[in-house]
């Protein structure tokens, strides 16, 4: 077995018949939202999805900009760069800062209705001088065109702001429904590379809605406490994957055993996939 991916899980596995709440983290919430299949097998099964390759590059931005931006923090002031988009804010101070931006940590609330702990990391939170927080992430690529939030697949990193807005606003917070995503654009236009990259960088605003949280909670439980595995998503590569071996497998089968194969119904969307896909 690959020492990058280990199919058996023994731990946080979803148990119906277990009291005590279960921990369920933000991107778990999002891959049921895009995959209610995988997110079955992941949490309620122990077989999770393979993972990819770490973006070694982007951590090492993110890691960066924490330490920029916790210079200006521990000194009360404002970053030049939130100066340059007239935002009159400063990063956050707080005694669980270093833990709410800790994978496997985070922020966390209790949401009775499910029985669950949900977590999500943080990589930033500013605030105006009224004390409303602004929950900040950052982000980084590299492409010739203007940085934005445009494409559809960016979707999820609006969810994740809005979860985090969420999560802090359960805690007690106030928390503003404008958000900030920390571009930087790692430039392609310079000379050469002289041992170093440059970036573009760029603050865009996104005005978030959490309205759409709890009923994904509640739908993501009524998922794990069935015993029926959810039909395959037909935008999800991995079950499309999946079933194309399966339908390989069989039309080989067929050949040897004269087989016959059963058309499977279209998968339904469920209500949450309905609203935010």
Known sequence: MSKYYNSSRAKN???????????????????????PRCFYLDRRLGVGRPPGFPFNLNSAVDFLLKKEF???????????????????????????????????????????PANMILTGAIDDI????????????????????????????QIGYKRQMEFYQWLLRKNGFKVS?????VYCN??????????KLEFDIKIIPYEGNDGWIEMAVMEA????????????????????YREAVKDKEMAKDKKTFNVVKVKKPAPKKTKIQEHLI
């Not at 009360?76 to 956050?92: A, I, Q, R, T, W």
């Not at 790692?186 to 041992?195: E, H, L, N, Q, T």
């Not at 998922?223 to 999800?236: G, I, V």
């Open 221 to 240: 439980k009524s998922c794990l406490l069935s015993d029926t595995e959810p039909a395959p998503s037909p935008n999800c590569d991995y079950c499309n």
């Open 13 to 35: 596995i979803f148990d119906p018949s277990a009291e005590e709440p279960f921990k369920l983290s933000r991107s778990k919430i999002d891959l049921f939202i895009e995959c």
């Open 186 to 195: 790692g430039r392609r236009d310079v000379k050469a590379f002289d041992a």
């Open 126 to 153: 500013w605030v105006d001088k009224k004390g409303v927080l602004y929950v900040v992430d950052y982000k980084s690529t590299s492409k010739d065109t203007e940085v934005n939030l445009d494409a559809a697949w």
């Open 70 to 112: 916790d210079i200006h923090r521990a000194a009360g002031k404002s970053h030049p760069l939130m100066e340059s988009y007239g935002l009159d804010l400063v990063p956050f101070s707080h005694e669980k800062l270093d833990e709410w931006r800790e994978n496997f940590k985070g922020v966390q609330f209790y949401y009775e």
């Open 177 to 181: 429904d404008t958000g900030y995503f």
